[in-house]
């Protein structure tokens, strides 16, 4: 059984950063394509960054630049690097995981870690 454990979400001002992990269980982590997403109040859950099995990174038009999403495979580990942090980016944050290499469609869900950049 698939398990994701997000951590490192919190509240931060505005140009700060935050770095987001994730754990994960239950699969050969390194053969899988990991994402991160969010969900702001009142909005859909959107696709902010992913990589696949042999390393190649994606990231949402609203993030690139100030994202970086990295895995560690040795630690089962994916983790989402948020600098220049801006109110716009506050939101649920959860990891995905999906059955293939590739980061898309999502499968697996973590539970989400909040991320709350004030003004």
């Known amino acids: 059984q698939v398990q994701l454990v997000e951590s490192g979400g919190g509240l931060v001002q505005t140009g ?3 770095r987001l992990s994730c754990a ?3 699969s050969i982590f ?3 394509g990991m994402g991160w997403h969010r969900q702001a109040p009142g909005k859909q859950r959107e696709w902010v960054a992913g ?3 042999g390393g190649s990174t994606n990231y949402a038009a609203s993030v ?10 040795a630690k089962n580990t994916v983790y989402l690097q ?7 980016d ?5 990891c995905s995981q999906s059955h293939s290499g590739s980061y898309y ?3 697996y869900w973590g539970q989400g870690t909040q991320v709350t950049v004030s003004s």
């Open 16 to 18: 700060g950063s935050l």
């Open 24 to 26: 994960a269980s239950g």
């Open 30 to 32: 390194s053969i899988k």
């Open 51 to 53: 990589t696949t099995s």
């Open 64 to 73: 690139k630049g100030r994202f970086t999403i990295s895995r560690d495979n």
């Open 82 to 88: 948020m600098n220049s942090l801006k109110p716009e």
């Open 90 to 94: 506050t939101a649920v944050y959860y």
């Open 105 to 107: 469609p999502p499968n």
